[in-house]
């Protein structure tokens, strides 16, 4: 083997060890990466699963009379669970249908109260009124009022609302 | 390498001078023969970066506090994608780093690296073995399970039998009397930030003062040219990285890194061990006893430190054939060889750690109470309270067991008294459950005879006897947990009917007008399986 021959063997065998190096490195570092990865994204975008609370009794409802109800939501934040207290207006239409109504005015968020002489909601904030199905019928608000489905159990007639 | 590189490159160069430093950093020259012998300290560097990663991960989610910390490594266990693999990594990898650092050390040892010039380079490796051990001993009390608070009871304790400054030492350790939640700070404060700050402080220095000697190479000098450290030999470094990569990436997902229940600092059955690097010391416990023990516990660990850190005076002849070195080397593998048998004899004692996916009778008659009016007058659905096993379970086990017996806690003014309030073995029965709730079991499927019989041993038997490390050993009844290997159903039935008609001194009382003869028939049956 001449000098030069020598030298080109020599840069060969470099580019392959280091062709090694770069490939195991690289492998490791891939494995470690999805193990991280899925460690730290994982909760990030967990889809919240939506839970039946019980919200009281059918019979206690009077017709087309809006009943303000607390529920209590535990939100499982990793190793603790939130509590939040929910304000919801169960209302019972014909048929023993009943609507939940979300308490949350849609402009920025203040609580609307039942107002039974002009039977609409009315925000005290900035003066956002609603009709009893939620359409907005004054105010700023940009949409009507949320609504949740209802479900209800037909041996104790318990109302349960879905959050 | 530097003659390549584009525009940006050139002038990250210009301004950092980056490419010599790189070249400085990968050109050292090896002395010939330097072989895979010389990869372990590679090893540990890159399982040293593997617990960092791991370990700052670990740290999004872990809460140091006697209220969350169980809870929050239960959650990275079972609640986040790889959170099983990421916990275990760094829990075998420090299993691997300690064997890593020991077989770095004996190298050193057999090759007689630590010779001069060497001596602090040999140092700054001693400190950092020690570094290692105290993050092995920190890192096991943050997952605050049962394991984890009793080790740490003993190592606290042993360090208050030092002479004189023992009791404020282990004060100090614990930040107060007892272990509780002030030790979990503070050790949680030494593993995460003062230990690696110590660390990266002596690999730096480690390394600076290994380029400046340069590597000891093989024990005779042979004869070759050097070749460069990279790629040459960061090749082998690389295999074999890749190699232990491997081996502990296998326990990682095939493994299971131990979360027994949550700390009850109540519950004292609970027989701790240290983790098996540790073993070996704890066992030299047995052997010195009484005035003694602090030659055990203190004497002997400070005296191999000593020796080691005093290695490269006490052995200051020139060679480094260890076949020259006959002192070292015998004694090096004597105290080896003493490592290994008292570690062995120490795993043959430990006794079985439970199994804390097991459903044990107490926590199936706790199932029972907890199905049970007791329990679920207020444990409803739209009831005064949330239904068992839907919300996370906030109190301890002291405090579940008062909120049972006592109705006055249960109900102060606000809830209507039950009628009765849990005896004690009932409430620890419904402890165990919560227990296994806690870890999120799904209860056994059980015939209707055999779920009587464990909710009949775990809410009477228990109170006299032991049965897989659960109930209480302590007047004289004996441990059921083998019974069935000594005695048939059929002896049984008649002994717990009438202890007195099969042994005139029997002390056990007659269950006879006690239980139905279908209950005592059921308890008869299960206990002849227990082989």
Redesign the interface.
């Given at each position: 083997m001449s000098e030069h021959e020598h030298e080109e063997h020599q840069i060969n065998r470099?580019g392959l060890?280091?062709w090694?190096?770069n490939v195991?490195?690289g492998?490791?570092g891939a494995?470690?990466a999805?193990?991280?990865g899925?460690?730290?994204?994982?909760?990030s975008f967990r889809k919240e699963r939506s839970r039946w609370l019980?919200a009281?009794r059918i019979l206690g409802l009077q017709p087309e009379q809006p009943q303000p109800v607390t529920l209590r939501v535990?939100r499982k934040e990793?190793?603790?669970?939130a509590v939040d207290h929910e304000v919801v207006f169960l209302i019972r239409g014909a048929g023993d249908k009943v609507t939940a109504m979300s308490s949350v005015c849609t402009h920025l968020g203040c609580h609307v109260s039942w107002d039974p002489q002009g039977r609409v909601f009315r925000c005290p904030c900035h003066g956002g009124v609603y009709d009893i199905t939620g359409k907005v019928i004054a105010g700023p608000p940009p949409r009507p009022l949320a609504t949740y489905s209802t479900r209800i159990d037909p041996d104790n007639h318990?109302v349960f609302v879905e959050l | 390498m530097a003659s390549r590189g584009n525009g940006v490159l050139d002038w990250l160069d210009s301004r950092t001078g980056y490419r010599n430093g790189l070249k400085h950093l990968l050109d050292e020259p090896l002395p010939s023969g330097t072989g895979w012998w010389f990869t372990l300290g590679s090893v540990l560097v890159g399982l040293l970066s593997i617990q960092f990663l791991t370990g700052a991960v670990l740290m999004m989610y872990y809460v140091p506090t006697p209220a969350y910390a169980w809870d929050s490594v239960h959650y990275i266990m079972t609640g986040l994608a790889f959170g099983h693999v990421l916990r275990d990594l760094h829990f075998f990898g420090a299993s691997f780093i300690v064997i890593a650092a020991g077989l770095h050390m004996l190298r050193v040892i057999f090759f007689g690296s630590y010779k001069k010039p060497r001596e602090v380079t040999w140092l700054s490796g001693v400190f950092l073995l020690l570094l290692i051990l105290a993050f092995a001993l920190t890192g096991y009390l943050l997952p605050w399970d049962q394991r984890a608070y009793w080790a740490t009871v003993v190592t606290t304790n042993i360090a208050k039998t030092a002479p004189v400054l023992g009791p404020y030492v282990s004060r100090l350790m614990k930040g107060g009397p007892d272990v509780g939640a002030l030790t979990l700070s503070r050790w949680y404060a030494m593993h995460v930030i003062l230990l690696p700050a110590g660390l990266v402080t002596f690999i730096v220095l480690h390394l600076y003062l290994m380029r400046r000697h340069g590597i000891s190479g093989p024990v005779k000098a042979r004869p070759g040219k050097p070749h460069p450290f990279y790629p040459d030999h960061v090749v082998k470094d690389t295999l074999l990285v890749a190699l232990v990569f491997a081996g502990l990436l296998s326990f990682a997902v095939l493994g299971h890194a131990p979360l027994a229940a949550k700390a009850n600092p109540a519950d004292a059955s609970y027989v701790p061990r240290p983790e098996w690097y540790f073993l070996s010391l704890f066992q030299l416990l047995h052997y010195f006893k009484g005035g003694l023990e602090p030659v055990a516990t203190i004497g002997i660990p400070t005296l191999l430190v000593l020796v080691l850190l005093a290695l490269p005076w006490l052995d200051r002849k020139h060679d480094r054939d260890p076949r020259k070195r006959p002192a070292v080397i015998g004694i090096t593998v004597l105290i080896l060889a003493g490592v290994a048998l008292l570690t062995t004899i120490g795993l043959k004692e430990s006794p079985p750690e439970p199994d804390p996916t097991i459903w044990s009778p107490a926590a199936v008659a706790g199932l029972s109470i907890a199905q049970s009016a007791a329990c679920t007058t207020c444990h409803a659905p739209g009831g005064a309270a949330a239904v068992l096993g839907t919300e996370r379970i906030q109190h301890d086990d002291s405090w579940i067991e008062g909120h049972m017996s006592d109705p006055q806690m249960i109900a102060p003014g606000l809830r209507p008294r039950p009628a009765d309030a849990l005896n004690v073995l009932q409430t620890r029965a419904v402890v165990a459950y919560v227990d296994k709730l806690r870890l999120d079991l799904t209860p056994p499927q059980l015939s209707d005879e055999q779920r009587a019989a464990e909710v009949t041993i775990g809410t009477r038997c228990m109170g006299c006897h032991e049965i897989q490390g659960e109930g209480t050993s302590s007047n004289g009844a004996p441990d059921l947990t083998h019974i069935g290997a000594k005695r048939d159903a059929a002896w049984l039935d008649k002994w717990i009917t009438d202890p007195g008609s099969v042994d005139e001194n029997a002390t056990m009382p007659s269950f006879g007008g006690i239980l139905t003869a279908d209950q005592i028939k059921a308890v008869a049956d299960y206990l002849a399986t227990l082989k």
């Open positions: 470099r060890l280091r090694i190096i195991v490195v492998g490791i494995v470690l999805v193990i991280v899925g460690a730290v994204g994982s909760p019980p009281g535990v990793g190793y603790y669970e318990e | -």
